[in-house]
C-alpha cells in the first residue's frame, strides 16, 4: 500500500476533528523515513498491553495456551494490569501518538477502567481500538457504543462451532453465544448512530483455508464491517509449526484459491492473509520496531505486536528513552540485517507476501 493510501484515511480523520495536523505529518514522516537503528522521530503508535488475564485459553495463544512450554523462551510473560496513571503519563511522553491500540495478551474487556483509557485516548485526540473473544461482549456493549473507540475486532475463529473448537481448544457452545453477541452490538450501534467500526477476525491455516468463503458469509450476515484473515502465528511446537498451519506462498492451489475468492465482491471489507515466503527467501522489513512501541502494565516495553515476544528484559518506560534503548537498536539491527528470532522467521510481517 502506498503512503498515499496509508495516510489519506488520517487527513479525513483530520477533518472530522479526530485527530491533530501534527499527528498525521508525524506519522508521514515516519511512514517516508529511511529505517534504522536509531529512529530520530517518535513512535506514530503506542500498544498498550491493558492486562494479562483471560476469560479463554486458546491453544493457538503465544500467551495463554497450555500446549505451549512455559520454557518457551519467546513466551510472554504476565503483569499487573495497565493503571490509568501509567497509561496517561506514556500518552503525555508521546503526545504525536495517532492511534492507540488497547489490546495486549488479554481479554482487554476484563479491565475495569478499559472505557477510563479510551478517554484518555480520545481527549488528546488520538485514535483507540480494542479486540474481544466476544465472549462476554453483551455485558459491555452500551459502553462500547457510547465510547469513542474507533474499531473494536471480534476473535471468532471460526465459520462453524466445530472450526471454533479445533481452532481454540475451547467448548463449542461458546460460539452460538459470540455470534449472538456480535449481532447484539451490531444492532445497538445502529440504534445509537454510533461511527463505531465492527470487525470480525478468523485465524487462517492448512485446514480451513478452503472455508474462507464461509468466513466472509458470516461476517456479511452478521453485518460488520471488515472481515480479517489472519495467517496462522506459529510455535515450534507439535502441532503448531509452520509446516503444519502455515499457509505458503509456492502452494499452488492455496494461491489459486485466494485468486478466486479476490476476484468477487463482498458486502464487507475484506483482508486477505498474507502468505509466507520459505526460509531463506527474500523478507518483508517488519515496520512495526520502527514505528510501534508496546508496554505492559509493569511498564515493559517491545516492538512487537504479532507474535507477542517476551517483555521483560527489554528495558522499561521509564527509561530515559525506551524508543531507542538498546534492545530497540538490536531488534531492529536484526530486522535491517536479516538476523530474526525464531518467531519473526514465520511471521506474516516479516516474511509474508500478499496475496495478488
Known amino acids: 500500500m502506498s503512503i498515499r493510501n496509508k495516510v489519506v484515511p488520517y487527513v479525513l480523520k483530520v477533518m472530522r476533528g479526530d485527530v491533530r495536523l501534527g499527528q498525521v505529518a508525524g506519522f508521514a514522516r515516519n511512514r517516508l523515513a529511511r529505517k534504522a537503528e536509531v529512529m530520530t522521530g517518535p513512535p506514530t503508535h503506542i500498544s498498550f498491553c491493558v492486562t494479562s488475564r483471560c476469560s479463554f485459553r486458546c491453544d493457538m495463544c503465544p500467551t495463554h495456551s497450555t500446549k505451549t512450554p512455559e520454557s518457551y523462551v519467546h513466551r510472554h510473560r504476565e503483569a499487573p494490569d495497565m493503571s490509568v496513571d501509567l497509561l496517561r503519563s506514556v500518552l503525555d511522553r508521546y503526545s504525536n501518538v495517532v492511534r492507540v491500540p488497547l489490546i495486549g495478551v488479554g481479554e482487554p474487556l476484563l479491565h475495569p477502567q478499559l472505557f477510563d483509557m479510551v478517554r484518555e485516548c480520545t481527549k488528546r485526540r488520538m485514535i483507540a481500538d480494542t479486540i474481544t473473544n466476544g465472549y462476554a ?185 525506551p524508543w531507542n534503548n538498546q534492545y530497540f537498536r538490536d531488534l531492529r539491527r536484526r530486522h535491517l540485517k536479516g538476523d530474526l528470532f525464531w518467531p519473526c522467521h514465520s511471521c506474516a510481517e516479516c516474511a509474508g507476501v500478499a496475496p495478488s
Open 137 to 321: 461482549l453483551d455485558a459491555f456493549i452500551p459502553d462500547i457504543v457510547s465510547s469513542a473507540i474507533d474499531r473494536i475486532c471480534v476473535s471468532i475463529n471460526g465459520h462453524t462451532a466445530d472450526e471454533f473448537h479445533r481452532m481454540t481448544g475451547n467448548p463449542g457452545i461458546y460460539y452460538s453465544r459470540i455470534l449472538r453477541n456480535v449481532e447484539a452490538l451490531v444492532r445497538a450501534r445502529a440504534n445509537k448512530r454510533s461511527s463505531l467500526r465492527i470487525d470480525l477476525s478468523f485465524i487462517i491455516d492448512g485446514k480451513n483455508y478452503l472455508h474462507m468463503k464461509d468466513m466472509i458469509e458470516v461476517a456479511e450476515r452478521l453485518g460488520v464491517d471488515d472481515v480479517y484473515l489472519a495467517q496462522f502465528i506459529p510455535s515450534p511446537h507439535p502441532g503448531f509449526t509452520p509446516q503444519e498451519r502455515c499457509l505458503f506462498a509456492d502452494e499452488k492451489e492455496v494461491v489459486e484459491e485466494l485468486a478466486l475468492l479476490m476476484s468477487r465482491k463482498y458486502r464487507c471489507h475484506v483482508r486477505w492473509p498474507y502468505l509466507l515466503r520459505r526460509l531463506g527467501g527474500e523478507r518483508t522489513i517488519c515496520r512495526w520496531p520502527f514505528s510501534m512501541l508496546r508496554v505492559d502494565g509493569a511498564g515493559n516495553v517491545s516492538g512487537c505486536p504479532m507474535a507477542v515476544l517476551n517483555m521483560h528484559e527489554n528495558g522499561t518506560i521509564y527509561d530515559k528513552d
